[in-house]
């Protein structure tokens, strides 16, 4: 079996990033801005932003993080993004989820400009993406996308599987694995067999946040399977997938943690300099 190295793999892609971004300079003397605003002192929250300013400044990236208290009203926010839709410096804008509830996370999405939305939740790319247009892809789809193509380059004709149906992951991953010629579906947890579904398959993404739901012999033989899933539980942090029972079966599978995750903010670096070559 295949162990995906997430941390290597994105690794790899920073390097190719902080490559282009010194191009990128070269040309147009400027490089790409990625802004993100950090509302309240949750800690996972903190960590995350944190490590999305080590890597952007890892790979030359012009980064900056705008922080507001917890109480901080929905106006204060909605100001603040149509002041850095205008800004010319900033190619990406993110604003951290969860919001505190007082804010309204579409109204938040649906403020950013489509053209600087890194984290493709605005309703302009998702339908883009969805009419295989061209449009920013969420990052962890993305990233786990490009951990399937490390593995098998060729996915037309495979049949994959999708466990959970989140606007976050199920539904893009589905687009993106569609726009492969692969043959899809979308599974979640009212499905009515769910086992026999994963075993038609030859890529399957978990990402439904039960631990360890899918089971060794619900694979495959051969088939590839990335796990999405973060779980606390007694035994530590698991994933989606039993991991032990399905590295006997499958041909590859992400860890957890170091799978995906490493995948996701590599991905957003790469989703802001995209943004920065389009508005060129």
């Given at each position: 079996m295949i162990l995906i190295d997430g941390k290597k793999i994105a690794a790899e892609l920073?390097?190719?990033?902080?490559?282009?971004?010194l191009e990128l300079k070269a040309k147009?003397?400027?490089?790409p801005g990625l802004t993100v605003i950090l509302i309240g002192d949750m800690a996972p929250s903190q960590i995350y932003v944190r490590n999305k300013e080590k890597s952007a400044n890892e790979v030359g990236l012009k980064s900056e993080i705008i922080k507001y208290p917890e109480t901080v009203e929905e106006k204060t926010i909605l100001d603040k993004i149509e002041e850095l839709n205008k800004d010319d410096t900033v190619?990406?804008?993110?604003?951290q989820l969860p919001l505190p509830k007082h804010i309204d996370k579409q109204k938040v999405?649906?403020?950013i400009v489509p053209s600087k939305d890194v984290d493709g939740f605005h309703p302009m790319n998702v339908g883009n993406l969805s009419a295989g247009y061209e449009s920013s892809v969420p990052c962890t789809p993305l990233g786990c996308y490009l951990l399937i193509?490390?593995?098998e380059p060729n996915l037309s004709g495979k049949k994959a599987v999708m466990v959970g149906r989140s606007n976050l992951n199920g539904k893009p991953m589905a687009q993106l694995l569609l726009k492969e010629n692969c043959t899809v579906t979308i599974t979640h947890s009212r499905t009515k067999d769910l086992k026999a579904e994963c075993l038609e398959a030859d890529i399957i993404v978990a990402?439904?946040?039960?631990?360890?739901?899918v089971k060794g012999d619900?694979?495959?033989?051969?088939a590839i399977v990335i796990d999405v899933g973060i779980n606390k539980t007694d035994k530590g942090i698991v994933g989606d997938v039993?991991?032990?029972?399905?590295?006997k079966v499958a041909k590859a599978l992400t860890p957890v943690p170091g799978g995906v995750g490493p995948m996701t903010i590599a991905c957003l670096l790469k989703n802001t300099i995209e943004c920065f070559k389009r508005s060129r």
């Open positions: 920073r390097e190719e990033l902080k490559q282009e971004v147009h003397n400027k490089v190619s990406g804008i993110l604003v999405i649906e403020t193509k490390k593995i990402a439904v946040g039960i631990p360890e739901l619900w694979v495959k033989k051969d039993a991991f032990d029972e399905v590295s």
